[in-house]
T-cell receptor, first 115, second 113 residues
Framework: DGGITQSPKYLFRKEGQNVTLSCEQN?????MYWYRQDPGQGLRLIYY???????QKGDIAEGYSVSREKKESFPLTVTSAQKNPTAFYLC??????????????FGPGTRLLVL | SQQGEEDPQALSIQEGENATMNCSYK?????LQWYRQNSGRGLVHLIL?????REKHSGRLRVTLDTSKKSSSLLITASRAADTASYFC?????????????FGEGTQLTVNP
């Protein structure tokens, strides 16, 4: 059953704590993305990766870190430097047609709450 | 700033009516995509329209693209209560390198039974 999965569904962070959100895909997609969505708003790009062992900052990368050690996995760490982490986090993956962006497939999301 | 901006921000209609949502963008694009999001869920891709296309259909959905006006519209015909969701446009801006989508703020559609 192909798709993109995220875990956990809900995550609670204590002040000063780093937390890691998981994103896995078995679609054999080269590109993977992390977005942040605040209530009633659109998606903002945090980081993206087009190839293993390489990634680029998006529009709001401060306070976040990523790794891409395997094609299937793109975990996001929300560090203690991110002062307002409460949001809905969405992971996506896609194929790339040269420099063109094709359809993105999204995971179900992780809701991060601060205790 | 966001490349795509949807209009209206919110739309409430009766079941059976048509719903039209608009998206405007600022720079040249390779393609424009429409996505749907049910509350608290991930986004689902609806339609991708390339810059050399003017109209595409998928079931009850019709998307138009006017590159001279830098705008697109999504029409949902004969709406159903199950169409209630947020709808986002996303643009793939024309560039020489790098590849990413830029999403708008979305239109919240409510279809009343």
């Amino acid at each position: 059953d192909g798709g993109i999965t995220q875990s956990p569904k809900y995550l609670f962070r204590k002040e000063g704590q780093n937390v890691t959100l998981s994103c896995e895909q078995n679609l054999n997609h080269d590109a993977m993305y992390w977005y942040r969505q605040d209530p009633g708003q659109g998606l903002r790009l945090i980081y993206y990766s087009q190839i293993v062992n390489d990634f680029q900052k998006g529009d709001i990368a401060e306070g976040y870190s990523v790794s891409r050690e395997k094609k299937e996995s793109f975990p996001l760490t929300v560090t203690s430097a991110q002062k307002n982490p409460t949001a809905f986090y969405l992971c996506a993956s896609s194929t790339l047609l040269g420099k063109y962006q094709e359809t993105q497939y999204f995971g179900p999301g992780t809701r991060l709450l601060v205790l | 700033s966001q490349q795509g901006e949807e209009d209206p921000q919110a739309l409430s209609i009766q079941e059976g009516e048509n719903a039209t949502m608009n998206c405007s963008y600022k720079t040249s694009i390779n393609n424009l995509q429409w996505y749907r999001q049910n509350s608290g869920r991930g986004l689902v891709h609806l339609i991708l329209i390339r810059s050399n296309e003017r109209e595409k259909h998928s079931g009850r959905l019709r998307v138009t693209l006017d590159t001279s006006k830098k705008s697109s519209s999504l029409l949902i015909t004969a709406s159903r209560a199950a169409d209630t969701a947020s709808y986002f446009c996303a643009t793939d801006p024309f560039r020489t390198s790098g590849s990413r989508l830029t999403f708008g703020e979305g239109t919240q559609l409510t279809v009343n039974p």
